[in-house]
């Protein structure tokens, strides 16, 4: 048996805010107002900040979105109604104010959930031929709606769903916390899993439409926060040999503890939405990690032989500290929180990367590169075209036309023709409704007034808990209840005239996706793979060469900028592919987050060696031994072979065919640094450790070659079920 598809009740409680909220705001300016003219745009705007800007998130957060719509409306009407007696005013202010409304959603998602809310009560000023003595009632009836829906929205079941992806990342700190306490035969099923709940995170944050990784501090730390945890899950546990013989049993002991309770806050932290002030102390962590540092100087130092595990788990807890140390911060700025100041080159790199600021986030998506920019563009065209033919049309509801293209453009010509059937059919279905009821009822104005409350919550409740069809026609019924109470004229003139609208609408809709990019966000997202990781390895190459001092710092930051650029890229075509219809065919979501998981790691793999080139104090040419040689090479050697390995990779996602075999692990690295570590004739005690763990970052990459290979296999499959389909 079918039922509405509603768990959390959000549907449902957003349903009755409208349906006491609408009937209210209507009958204020139509009744005791008594101006049709307020009475359109109060009715609109109410289901603009009611059913298209529903925000989520916190309070602190939803509050300053609501004001920021209503401040948009507030400019945007007087605009419109300026422009709606001219056509090519209204063609030119249509193509311009939707091109910069729907791009700047790519800001963050509190944004881009605004933008249809604005391009509404903005359609409908424009589309409906008014002077400037239109401009007051019309604000009026703006100002009206805000006040109503905004104040139901806080007050009226004002709790909302903690967001998937913060209540994922709360649930992996809670569990890789357990997975440090944890020792004997229960680490194994707790390290397992801490892995599947970071597994989860990552599934949750690829699946959000809108992306929640942008350019603001809470926004962007979180996307930052996911990569911390993703990093610190393969340096929560040392390899079995090194656990056997466990050479720094104290600073394991202390940096676990210390790890944990980071952990702890942060999800403490992130499960209330910040409303816990969970304690995160990043200074114990600090400690920790330093302590370290000085016992591997000091056994160094003392003439005793530095051993291989000695030198493998102080790395690991040392990239465990800073992980986690990571995390710490980013939590408490996602929560809203003072956080401490990045460290050294994290500092000075943060300054310039493409994730730091609006400016640089608009900059980074302005080319037909970006799936973001292309969608942009054709929207504002299609509406554009749309807000043409219904000014040299004439037609009686010409702003029917651009909502009727808003409603079902996609990011494909594929996907705007199936909107296209279910939006026909679902106005058709409302008509006929709509007309039957409206037959039955004729001229009684009051039995409409009582029906507009139960149209008014289908109008919230069907795109929600039903379908696309059912919004639809729930949006025609309550059309021809509107206007019937505005100017009682029948439902057969009103629902001729919405069907010719719509239908209008629609044609010019799948003209712009047939003309413009018939082939969608899809088409995009692999060689946007493939410049992620090619980016994300030259950035790891560059960082091998300035921690061997022969880089430049300039071109790390150039590099670092560059890897974040084709990343941003990447992660907004896929959110733009989630909303087409075949992408749950053609992009699995589990293998697309791990490949692209992949990439990231490569980041902060290159991340960590910049910082790392700060501590090592190179010698002077002169005084470089054989070993010390050696060593080097033998670093350049194995970042060549991880390099080429990660391309090769990146090549298949390119061509859909199948992933390169897993590199099997080389020892040649660890013997040379070792060598170097315990040769009496080198002077540069730094050195060796610095290199000795570069390797280990490299050798972790290596460990996550099968993972990728397997991720990349099934990605070539789903690729080759789609097309085959």
């Given at each position: 048996m079918w039922r509405p598809h509603d768990p959390a009740k959000l549907a449902l409680r957003g349903g009755l805010r409208t349906a006491l909220v609408l009937p209210i705001v209507f009958a204020i300016t139509k009744l005791w107002w008594g101006e049709p003219r307020a009475s359109v745009i109060?009715?609109?705007?109410?289901?603009?900040?009611?059913?298209?800007a529903d925000f989520g998130g916190p309070m602190r957060a939803r509050i300053p979105a609501y004001l920021g719509t209503a401040a948009a409306g507030f400019a945007l009407i007087p605009l419109a109604t300026v422009c709606s007696r001219s056509?090519?005013?209204?063609?030119?202010?249509?193509?311009?104010?939707?091109?910069?409304?729907?791009?700047?959603?790519?800001?963050?998602?509190?944004?881009?959930?605004a933008g249809p809310a604005a391009l509404l009560v903005f359609t409908v000023s424009l589309m409906i031929p008014a002077g400037s003595d239109a401009i007051g009632p019309?604000?009026?009836?703006?100002?009206?709606?805000?006040?109503f829906a905004i104040t139901a929205q806080l007050t009226l079941w004002p709790s909302r769903p903690q967001a998937p992806v913060r209540g994922a990342a709360a649930r992996a700190c809670r569990a890789m916390a357990t997975c440090l306490r944890t020792t004997g035969d229960a680490h194994t099923e707790a390290r397992a899993s801490a892995r599947e709940a970071v597994t989860a995170m990552e599934r949750a944050f690829a699946a959000t439409p809108y992306r929640p990784s942008g350019p603001s501090g809470p926004t962007a730390a979180l996307a930052q926060l996911i990569d911390d945890l993703d990093g610190a899950l393969p340096f929560s546990h040392a390899t079995p040999e090194d656990a056997a013989a466990n050479p720094w049993p104290e600073h394991h002991a202390a940096i676990n503890a210390a790890a944990a309770a980071v952990l702890d806050g942060a999800a403490e932290r992130l499960?209330?939405?910040?409303?816990?002030?969970?304690?995160?102390?990043?200074?114990?962590?600090d400690e920790a990690s330093e302590a370290v540092g000085r016992s591997v100087?000091?056994?160094?130092?003392s003439g005793e032989v530095v051993g291989r595990p000695a030198l493998r788990e102080a790395f690991r807890l040392t990239a465990l500290a800073d992980a986690i140390w990571n995390l710490g911060r980013h939590a408490l700025i996602v929560t809203g929180a003072d956080a401490p100041d990045q460290r050294d080159y994290e500092e000075e790199a943060a300054q310039?990367?493409?994730?730091?600021?609006?400016?640089?986030?608009?900059?980074?998506?302005?080319?037909?590169?970006?799936?973001?920019?292309?969608?942009?563009?054709?929207?504002?065209?299609?509406?554009?075209?749309?807000a043409f033919v219904g000014q040299v049309t004439d037609a009686t509801n010409a702003y029917w036309i651009v909502l009727g293209t808003l409603s079902v453009l996609r990011s494909h010509a594929l996907g705007t023709g199936t909107s296209i059937r279910d939006a026909l059919l679902g106005t058709l279905a409302g008509l006929l409704v709509g007309g039957a009821v409206i037959w039955v009822i004729g001229d009684h104005t009051t039995l409409l007034w009582f029906l507009l409350p139960f149209v008014a919550f289908f109008v919230a409740y069907a795109p929600k808990a039903i379908s696309f069809l059912a919004a639809q026609a729930s949006f025609s019924l309550l059309l021809l209840t509107l206007l019937n109470i505005i100017h009682p004229v029948g439902w057969s003139t009103i629902g001729t005239v919405r069907l010719e609208d719509v239908a209008a609408g629609f044609g010019v809709s799948l003209l712009a996706g047939v003309l413009l990019w018939p082939r969608g966000a899809a088409a995009v997202v692999r060689a946007a793979l493939r410049a992620d990781y090619d980016a994300s390895v030259a950035y790891l190459a560059g960082a091998v060469e300035l921690l061997q001092h022969r880089g430049t710092l300039e071109r790390g930051r150039a590099l670092h900028r560059e890897a974040l650029e084709a990343h941003d890229i990447l992660d907004t075509a896929f959110r733009q592919v989630l909303g087409e219809r075949r992408a749950p065919t053609e992009l699995g979501l589990d293998a697309f987050g791990t490949l692209v998981a992949g990439a990231a790691r490569i980041r902060r793999t290159a991340h960590a060696l910049t910082r790392a080139h700060e501590l090592w104090r190179d010698e002077s040419p002169g005084d470089v031994c054989t070993t010390a040689l050696a060593a080097r090479a033998a670093l350049d050697a194995e970042t060549t072979a991880v390099s080429a390995w990660h391309r090769e990779l990146a090549g298949a996602f390119e061509r859909a065919a199948g992933a390169p075999d897993?590199?099997?692990?080389?020892?040649?690295?660890?013997?040379?640094?070792?060598s170097w570590a315990r040769d009496p004739a080198a002077v540069d005690a730094d050195g060796a450790r610095v290199v000795a763990w570069a390797g280990q970052h490299l050798e972790v990459l290596r460990r996550n070659e099968p993972r990728l290979a397997e991720a990349a296999e099934r990605w070539a499959e789903r690729g080759a079920t789609a097309h085959a389909s």
């Open positions: 109060a009715a609109f705007g109410t289901i603009a900040l009611l059913v298209f056509t090519v005013a209204a063609t030119l202010v249509m193509a311009v104010v939707a091109f910069l409304v729907l791009y700047a959603g790519i800001v963050d998602g509190y944004v881009a959930t019309r604000l009026g009836g703006w100002a009206l709606a805000c006040v499960a209330s939405d910040g409303e816990v002030a969970a304690p995160i102390d990043l200074y114990a962590l100087s000091l056994l160094r130092a310039m990367g493409a994730l730091t600021g609006r400016r640089a986030e608009l900059q980074t998506h302005a080319s037909m590169e970006s799936v973001w920019f292309r969608n942009a563009v054709r929207g504002a065209l299609a509406l554009a075209g749309a897993a590199q099997a692990q080389d020892a040649g690295l660890e013997r040379q640094v070792l």
